[in-house]
């Protein structure tokens, strides 16, 4: 089946501070794979995305790279701000349009 | 600027009340999805729908139906509101066809059912 499994959070860092938050997946086929995120009162949002095997998203300092060998898409940033405070969802879409997202991860960055 | 707006950010229904939530999409998308949000289970799926009057069962529908009878509206229907059904309702679109797509996500609706 298909499934996604990420880090339970929160997770706090102080400003500047490195960013890693992790993903695996189980899937059948060749999924693509997605980092959605959610601000405080708001809906999800695209952040980033991969489409096969050892491509890298990236968008807005956040980079995630598609490790078919590790079934892992962790996400990292190298300076976090207060700005980036949200709910980060690691998500998978197989050859057809359902998506599967994981429980999310709540980040919360210190001044 | 793509839309997906859904008809309440908040809501406060009664055990046993009917209750419509509405979600409309600007962008001429196929697809369109309903999923609630609850704190340590992220997403859940409980309906979508590929085409018009055409809808699928996800993996939660227990209590819930849906209606499309238009391309841009996807409606979510509590036939007999609970209040095990007290969560976060996400609305979402994605074009037609392909493993690639992004989904499009509204902002929310809030329903607490007292």
């Known amino acids: 089946g298909n499934s996604v499994t990420q880090m339970e959070g929160p997770v706090t860092l102080s400003e500047e501070a490195f960013l890693t938050i992790n993903c695996t997946y189980t899937a059948t086929g060749y999924p693509s794979l997605f980092w959605y995120v959610q601000y405080p009162g708001e809906g999800l949002q695209l952040l980033l995305k991969?489409?096969?095997?050892?491509d890298k998203g990236s968008n807005k300092g956040f980079e995630a790279t598609y490790r078919k060998e590790t079934t892992s898409f962790h996400l990292e940033k190298g300076s976090v701000q207060v700005s980036d405070s949200a709910v980060y969802f690691c998500a998978l879409s197989p050859n057809f349009n359902k998506f599967y997202f994981g429980s999310g991860t709540k980040l919360n960055v210190k001044p | 600027d793509v839309k997906v707006t859904q008809s309440s950010r908040y809501l406060v229904k009664r055990t046993g009340e009917k209750v419509f939530l509405e979600c409309v999409q600007d962008m001429d998308h196929e697809n369109m999805f309903w999923y609630r949000q609850d704190p340590g289970l992220g997403l859940r799926l409980i309906y979508f729908s590929y085409d018009v009057k055409m809808k699928e069962k996800g993996d939660i529908p227990e209590g819930y139906s849906v209606s499309r009878e238009k391309k841009e509206r996807f409606s979510l229907i509590l036939e007999s509101a609970s209040t095990n059904q007290t969560s976060m309702y996400l609305c979402?679109?994605?074009?037609?066809?392909?493993?690639?797509?992004?989904?499009?996500f509204g902002p929310g609706t809030r329903l607490t059912v007292l």
């Open positions: 991969a489409t096969k095997a050892d």
């Open positions: 979402a679109s994605s074009p037609a066809a392909g493993p690639y797509n992004e989904q499009f």
